[in-house]
């Protein structure tokens, strides 16, 4: 869940930053740092698309839980 | 002894079916509730139970028979017009004879059954379920959940064995750009009148576990378009509608679309369509974050260059402002030293005008003074010289006539009267002898006349 939230926070960042920048609202002073920023967003984002870690395990253990709780 | 008319089981059973077939000679269009189709897989036939229902109470049943042979024949014909076979629980509209049978009694010999007729009931109960959805005011419920960007873990509804699971599965799992999903099966049954209490078995073990999962798909496929009414069950529909996880459904088939597909939060003709809505989620999210990626990548860069040239541009106006300052000052100090020059020199010209003015007053005055001074010192002068020079005069008169009268004794005449005479050659006076040669004439003034002679001889004056 906290991962999920995360990606999503990290686009609206991103789309907030590139918005920001878009319409001059980004001086040269900040700019290596938002830049900075939005890399590590897009890592984010990206990290979603194509890396995620499947939770099967903890799945079948909830339904192992919730077999056990019906049966009883 | 006894007068009462005694008759047989068998006498009541033909007074029966006599009277009933002289009063019921033809065969009629009935309808009624096909309560229980009892069909006897053995002998082939069915022995249907027929209910006529008031408010949910049944106010007429009868039990009716329909043979193999009429069976198999409107079989095929519902399953050809409602995709549906004949099942419990459906109106029907039948054509029937009134039979009585001396061993199981009062009957109905089903010989046909409208279709079209249990077409437009179901037609009106699906549009009775949408109608009663909408009401309750959770037709679009599952519509207004708000599914996630990437719909990544995927709770599947389908038949392990089934083509339309084995094809959902293949294109989320192979998507071309290597996205990552992951997806757990909850078997159902997916057609038929038991699907409806399979899937909200499974729909509702997938919403205790909702944690897990971003979407519940519903996949069906490859089981041709038989058995699909139970989507428009309400209580599926209704718990379809109601699922805190969005529902997506890919039933595949070629029919109307069904209440739960209506309710469904998407829904997409077959199991692949829906796995590529799924990708596609997944590409237009890549290609949005290239395309920011390529927006702050070209815009730092924009960015920076304009910086660059900005601040060129303020170096360069700032150059020409200075320069321009520059030659504006100097020019001006130009004209400033010009016109210092020039009034200087106007300044010095008067002054030195001035001063020489005053100069000349005071020479003037002085030479004024001194002229005066002079000219009385000349004056006095002039008057001492005046008594002088007539003393001097008076004086140098009486001297001149004394002189004078020297003179006249002393002029040439007088002296040569007194015997002195003047020997001159060629007109020069002689002062020596040597200045004679022998030969040379000379002339002798006498006080009286001339004597011309020829020099004979010169000697030294002996002393």
């Not at chain 2, 077409?119 to 109608?131: N, R």
């Not at chain 2, 089981?223 to 009414?229: K, V």
């Not at chain 2, 469904?264 to 003709?269: G, P």
């Not at chain 2, 007539?390 to 008076?394: E, R, S």
């Given at each position: 869940m906290e991962k999920q939230t995360g990606y999503k926070e990290a686009f609206e960042e991103l789309q907030q930053i590139v918005a920001d920048m878009e319409e001059g609202e980004i001086g040269v002073d900040e700019l290596s740092e938002k830049v900075k920023r939005a890399a590590e967003l897009i890592r984010i984002c990206k990290e979603k698309l194509y890396h995620t870690e499947s939770d099967v395990q903890k799945i079948l253990n909830d339904l192992e839980e919730e077999k056990s709780k019906t049966n009883e | 002894m006894?007068?009462?008319k005694i008759f047989t089981l068998g006498d009541v059973a033909r007074s029966i079916r006599k009277t009933l077939s002289e009063r019921y000679r033809s065969a009629y269009w009935i309808k009624a509730e096909l309560n229980k189709l009892n069909h006897y897989k053995y002998s082939g036939h069915c022995y249907p139970d027929l209910v006529e229902k008031e408010a949910g109470k049944i106010t007429a049943q009868m039990r009716a028979t329909l043979w193999k042979e009429d069976y198999h024949a409107i079989n095929r014909r519902f399953l050809d017009v409602l995709k549906e076979p004949l099942k419990d629980g459906i109106k029907i509209l039948f054509l029937a004879r009134i039979s009585f049978d001396a061993v199981y009694g009062l009957s109905l010999r089903i010989i046909d059954i409208d279709p079209a007729f249990t077409?437009?009931?179901?037609?009106?109960?699906?549009?009775?379920?949408?109608?009663k959805l909408t009401k309750e005011g959770i037709f679009d419920a599952n519509k207004h959940l708000e599914i996630p960007l990437l719909p990544q873990r995927i709770a599947v509804i389908s038949v392990e064995t089934s083509k339309g699971y084995a094809d959902f599965v293949k294109m989320i799992d192979h998507s071309p750009n290597k996205y990552r999903f992951h997806h757990h099966l909850f078997p159902s049954l997916l057609q038929g009148d038991q699907a409806v209490d399979s899937i909200i078995h499974q729909l509702r073990k997938i919403i205790k576990l909702k944690q897990h999962f971003d979407v519940v798909v519903?996949?069906?496929?490859?089981?041709?378009?038989?058995?699909?009414?139970c989507y428009n069950n309400y209580t599926l529909a209704r718990e379809v509608a109601l699922s805190p996880l969005p529902v997506l459904t890919g039933i595949g088939h070629a029919t109307n679309e069904t209440v739960v597909e209506m309710v469904?939060?998407?829904?997409?003709?077959t199991p692949t369509k829906l796995a590529e809505s799924l990708i596609q989620r997944f590409h237009q999210f890549a290609q949005t974050l290239a395309s920011l990626e390529n927006t702050l990548v070209s815009g730092s860069m924009q960015k920076l260059q304009h910086s660059k040239e900005y601040?060129?541009?303020?170096?360069?106006?700032?150059?020409?402002?200075?320069?321009?300052?520059?030659?504006?000052?100097?020019?001006?100090l130009r004209e400033l030293g010009l016109h210092l020059?020039?009034?200087t020199g106007f300044l010095i010209k008067n002054a030195r005008e001035y001063m020489l003015g005053q100069?000349?007053?005071f020479i003037k005055k002085q030479a004024f003074g001194f002229f005066k001074v002079e000219r009385d010192n000349l004056s006095y002068q002039q008057k001492y010289m005046q008594l002088k020079s007539?003393?001097?005069?008076?004086k140098a008169s009486e001297d001149v006539n004394a002189i004078d009268r020297i003179a006249r004794q002393l002029h040439p005449a007088n002296v040569l009267k007194r015997g002195y005479s003047i020997t001159r050659q060629k007109g020069k006076s002689l002062m020596s002898f040597k200045e004679v040669k022998t030969d040379h004439f000379i002339e002798t003034t006498l006080f009286d006349g001339v004597i011309i002679s020829k020099v004979l001889n010169t000697e030294t004056k002996k002393q």
């Open positions: - | 006894d007068e009462r077409l437009g009931d179901l037609e009106q109960e699906k549009q009775a379920c949408i109608e519903i996949v069906r496929g490859g089981g041709g378009d038989i058995g699909l009414s469904a939060y998407a829904n997409e003709i601040f060129n541009h303020q170096v360069h106006m700032f150059l020409t402002h200075s320069r321009g300052i520059f030659f504006r000052h100097r020019s001006h020059t020039r009034y100069q000349m007053e007539m003393a001097i005069i008076k």
